[in-house]
Structures are given as structure tokens and as C-alpha cells.
């Protein structure tokens, strides 16, 4: 299967323009429901490889396969018509070689339709983003936190305080002097946020790392109180949909169980209107 690329609206090049403008905002889909209503607002919509704890209830991304990338992919493309679509390229697809990760990435292009993908590292991916970009597929990087790489760091915790920031400051230094077109910086100081920002010419999207950034991301579950396993710190909730959805679903059983739904306006006779028995 395959599908046409994104043609309008935004594209790589256009967002990496916006280096040091209005900031960016950017949010995950899943779905195609929720893809044409964060489009019609946000500059990014990232296909996250979090559709695996999100929507799949497994315990990290780690199990994230390149055929549920794809699934969600072509929903989310139903959904977007304005804002740049990114997929991320899940564990395990493009670490191996750069040879790897151009033929899943090609993949995803091709039948997804994105305009581009993200990976997750810095220094050790820089040679791999080079030979994709060389290739013509435009990579978002992705650098402090890197959710994948969990086992390595024993867990989800702020990276690059103190000594540990000169490791994060060369990641963004070099997957942006490899021709990636923005950053994510995950959970890092605002201090090395700021310093990072200045120092690069790409955009810098943060989740959890300041307003500083050239932009923001964050899961759309997270953000509307959908998914309430667990609470970031940097999660603002701008809804709380989880209680309005488990209060619509109490009531509806209760209606169902007192016989009040279907009421009569939700049946049908057996006379068609505008005829006589």
C-alpha cells in the first residue's frame, strides 16, 4: 500500500525557517478524529511512538512495532491537512546502520504519506541522519530524554545536569550539523535549554525542557486528561476528558439500566414518515 506524500501546508524547510520566530506548537495523534482537530491549531502533528502505552496500554515504548507506526500513520494522514506530519520510527528500526533506517524510513514515507520522521539520539545518530537527509528524507531528531534507550538510562529522569549537559549540548550540536530540520529536547534544565537554543541554527521543540525552546510538543492524552496512568511534571492539563468521558459512560449504563434510554425519540416505527398505515 502506498500513499502520496504531504504536499501542502507546512513542510520541513518551512519549519526550520521558524528558527527564533513565533514558537511552534506541536501535539501527538493517533487517530484520524483527533488528527483534523489538533491540524487546524498546531504547526507539527507527531505520530509518537507513545501510541504504545497510550493507546495500546503497553508499560514503555519499547514494544512498538513499524506496523502499528504505519497503521497510525495513515489515520492520523485522513486527519491532517495543514500542519507538518511527522512519524517517529520505533525501537529497533534504524540503529542497526544507516542502510536500516533508509529502508524503514522509506517505508513509513511511502506508505504513510509523512513529510518526515524522528529518531531518537545524537552524536551516535548524526551519521545515520546525514544519510538519510542525503536521501531526501527529512528527520526531526530527538535528543536529552530518549524514552528507548529507558533500560540505559534506569528510568525516566531529567538528563544533562550538571557535567551531564556537555553530553546533551553536543547531541543538538551534532544532529543539527547533520542536517536534521528541529530538535526535540526532552526533560532537561532550562538553563542547558536556553544555552542549546542559541547555540543551534534548527529549531528546538521541548517537552519539559522551558519555555526557551523554539517550540512545544506534548501528548494530546496527556495534555486533555485522557491518559491518566501517570502525570509528567511538564504536563499541563488544558482538559480533563477522562472524567467527563467515565461520567458520560456511568450515566449512560444507568439510563440503559432503568429502561430511560432508548427513549421514544430514539426508535423507529413501523410507519416510514410522510405515509399512512
Given amino acids: 500500500m502506498s500513499a502520496a506524500a504531504q504536499a501542502s501546508g507546512a513542510s520541513p524547510k518551512s519549519i526550520r525557517a521558524r ?8 501535539l501527538t495523534a493517533y487517530t484520524t478524529p483527533v488528527a483534523r482537530i489538533v491540524d487546524r491549531h498546531c504547526d507539527i502533528v507527531l505520530v509518537g511512538d507513545s501510541v504504545g502505552m497510550v493507546l495500546h ?3 514503555s515504548t519499547l514494544a512498538v512495532t513499524l506496523d502499528m507506526m504505519i497503521l497510525h500513520g495513515q489515520a492520523v494522514r485522513r486527519g491532517v491537512e495543514n500542519a507538518l506530519l511527522v512519524i517517529d520510527m520505533p525501537f529497533g528500526t534504524y540503529e542497526e546502520s544507516p542502510a536500516q533506517a533508509f529502508r524503514n524510513a522509506a517505508r513509513v514515507m511511502a506508505e504513510t504519506g509523512c513529510a518526515a520522521v ?13 544519510f538519510l537527509v542525503a ?30 549537559a556537555a553530553r546533551i549540548a553536543a547531541d543538538a550540536s551534532a544532529v543539527a550539523d547533520a542536517g536534521a530540520f528541529a530538535v526535540v529536547l526532552e526533560k532537561v534544565p532550562e538553563t542547558l535549554a536556553r544555552a542549546i537554543t542559541a547555540d ?10 522551558s519555555a526557551a525552546c523554539d517550540g512545544q510538543i506534548l501528548v494530546v492524552d496527556d495534555m486533555l486528561g485522557l491518559f491518566t496512568d501517570f502525570r509528567p511534571k511538564f504536563v499541563r ?10 461520567e458520560a459512560v456511568a450515566a449512560y449504563c444507568d439510563d440503559v439500566r432503568a429502561r430511560r434510554f432508548p427513549a421514544p425519540e430514539h426508535v423507529f416505527s413501523d410507519v416510514a414518515p410522510g405515509t399512512s398505515a
Fill in 19 to 26: 528558527k527564533g520566530g513565533a514558537p511552534l506548537a506541536c
Fill in 57 to 59: 496500554g503497553l508499560p
Fill in 118 to 130: 524522528k529518531l531518537e539520539g545524537g552524536v551516535d545518530m548524526a551519521e545515520t541522519i546525514r
Fill in 135 to 164: 536521501r531526501g528524507i527529512p528527520v526531526m531528531a530527538h535528543v536529552g530524554l530518549t524514552p528507548q534507550a529507558v533500560n540505559t538510562f534506569g528510568g525516566y529522569a531529567v538528563q544533562g545536569r550538571g557535567a551531564d
Fill in 200 to 209: 543551534i541554527d534548527i529549531p528546538t521543540i521541548g517537552i519539559g525542557a
Fill in 237 to 246: 492539563r488544558y482538559g480533563e476528558l477522562g472524567q467527563v468521558a467515565a
